[in-house]
């Protein structure tokens, strides 16, 4: 206990009392030079009043009495400070509660950051299948119109961006309705597809939320057969399917786009633009490919196509990945892929989903 000298004025008289001052552990103790308790004041109970330098001026709150104590031992001010949090005349409990402020933020931050890494996809994972299919299709308007502003970069020697448009077009165009009714019919999608081929020279397709295939014409140039198309088609209808793309996006986009998805809003603050974003420049990821593949290979066996066939187009573009093409990057190994293909395919059915001629046409959809 630490204690000193101290001057005690008791607020009825202007006498000055030269007294004894106790820092209790429980509270601060006044006595007289006999040793006569004079005040008993919890440390809860202190304010410092005005004083000049080197003078700590307690009052003690809530005493109908104007009574005050003035110490000067510097050492007993020290013990007085640290035992009454009210007073910090060192500034250690504004420290101290910075050292809070700071911590609880390090938390909130740390938090956020583990909401965001597994909070969100586990949220999303569980509403995503919960999204009405209405909604999904305004989804897949929105980030549709962005996707196609994105990539028709008007390039093109004055062709329009969609193949198939033209006349010469028309039978190729037709030859891929073909194969998309075959597919889109044995699938039994609770969305129609809209499936659209475009003067994009990668070897790519890519699947939006609400049933939006792009197909672009650098595949179309790889494919040798019907089949093979097919077969990447049908594994971008297993990501409509599975409604992968609307789980991408609203990773990606955060909850706020997924409140806005149920409020009907899908332009407020360029989120849309990110779902566009991610849709055409992140890769999936590879349980969520593999899945894909598996559902591409079952749907183009059961519409009386090779299952193997989106193996060979697989190997085929495997060593002429350019940026953007989702279908290879960060996936499995493409050997391991392959196998896994071939090793889920039935036998070939011996026939082409399209009959030469028809295929020929496909080929010459975009000119």
Known sequence: MASGAGIFFDGMTSTRHDVAVEAA????????ADGTLLAEWPYAELRAGSAPGGVLRLI???NPVLARLEVR???LIAAIDHLADTLDQSGRTERRNRKKVVAWSFAATVSLVLVAIFGVPALVERLAPLIP????HRLGLAVEAQVRAMLDTGDRGGQPFECGL????KPGRAALDKIISLLEGTAGLPIPLKVVA???TEANAIALPGGHIYVFQGLIAKAETADELAGVIAHEIGHVAHRDGTRSVLQAAGLSFLFGMLLGDFTGGGLVVIAAKTVVESAYAREVEAGADLYGVHLVSKAGGDGRALGS?????????EPGIKILLDHPQTQQRIAAINAAAGPPQGKAL???AEWAALKRICG
């Open 25 to 32: 552990p429980d509270a601060l103790r006044v006595r007289s």
């Open 60 to 62: 003690r709150n809530g």
């Open 198 to 200: 475009v003067r994009r």
């Open 166 to 169: 033209a006349d010469a077009e």
């Open 313 to 321: 187009m697989l190997e085929r573009i495997a060593g002429t990945i």
């Open 133 to 136: 299919m209405s909604v999904e």
């Open 354 to 356: 399209l009959e030469p």
């Open 73 to 75: 031992d510097p050492e």
